[in-house]
């Protein structure tokens, strides 16, 4: 089990640090929305906070956070592709336990969104959110349980789905909203009250708020605690990686 987990999650990070596009993609969109959003927002910002927080400040953990989401877009789009050339046949049919296939690609999808969001933090800096080295261990736990979550519904969506154009829609109409919806883009203080029930229920929510409490705790608000916030995302890691268990039993690959 543990040499099919490994094998899988290092042909993942292989494959994809080959595909230079992916790279650009997963990093360089959310670099750019950082800089222009907050750029251009930043004279009418007003955090629900009594310290000054400037707006690229407050975006930047939501930018961290978006980079988590694109690597779990891009990473989970190999299981389609793995089912169309029949590497996925081949892999159900070997000797190793099904959970096994759940855990590797999610570990490598994981692996991957920490080590672009470890790029951005060289950033940090330029939003006066720089973590000190005795915070750094909290805030690569709280990147890593909710990257694994992330990729591992990136994961069930993935298994259920058949083409590459499908899944593309499909996660884009479920997790940026999401990621809208989590106070990485404005305060949930500021929103009516049913968006406000919505931040509340979103898994996303918790991950914006830890990783802001960690960098900038200026700006963290009256959001959760860090210790609710990893209670919910250890859960919600644990309930994606059930159901792509779960999945990988009962959906039967063409």
């Known amino acids: 089990m543990l040499s099919a987990i490994y094998t899988l999650w290092i042909r993942d990070i292989v494959r994809f640090y080959r595909q230079r596009s992916r790279i ?8 750019v929305f950082w800089i222009l959003l907050g750029s251009g927002l930043r ?13 690229l400040e407050y975006f930047y953990p939501g930018t961290l956070v978006l980079i988590l989401l694109f690597t779990a877009i891009f990473s989970t789009i190999s299981v389609i592709e793995d089912r169309q050339t029949g590497f996925l046949q081949g892999v159900l049919v070997a000797p190793i336990p099904r959970i096994s296939i759940v855990i590797g690609k999610t570990l490598g999808g994981t692996t991957l969104a920490c080590g672009q969001a470890g790029l951005f933090l060289l950033l940090a800096p330029l939003a006066n959110a720089s973590p000190d080295w005795n915070t750094l261990p909290t805030l690569v736990l709280v990147l890593s349980v909710l990257a694994f979550g992330l990729t591992g519904l990136g994961f069930v969506l993935a298994w259920w789905l058949d083409s590459t154009q499908g899944f593309h829609a499909v996660m884009n109409l479920l997790l940026v909203p999401m990621w809208l919806l989590s106070g990485a883009v404005f305060p949930a203080s500021g929103a009516s009250k049913w968006i406000q029930n919505i931040m509340l ?12 409490s960690v960098l900038a705790e200026g700006a963290s608000g009256t959001g959760p605690s860090l210790a609710t916030s990893l209670l919910v995302l250890t859960a919600f890691g644990i ?6 268990a779960v999945s990988v039993q009962t959906k039967k690959l063409n």
């Not at 650009?24 to 670099?31: D, E, K, M, S, Y």
């Not at 004279?43 to 707006?55: E, G, K, L, M």
């Open 43 to 55: 004279s009418s910002f007003r955090a629900d906070t009594n310290a000054q927080v400037d707006y």
């Open 239 to 244: 309930a994606m990686l059930i159901a792509g």
């Open 201 to 212: 229920v979103n898994p996303m929510t918790y991950g914006v708020s830890a990783v802001r």
């Open 24 to 31: 650009i993609g997963a990093l360089g969109t959310p670099v």
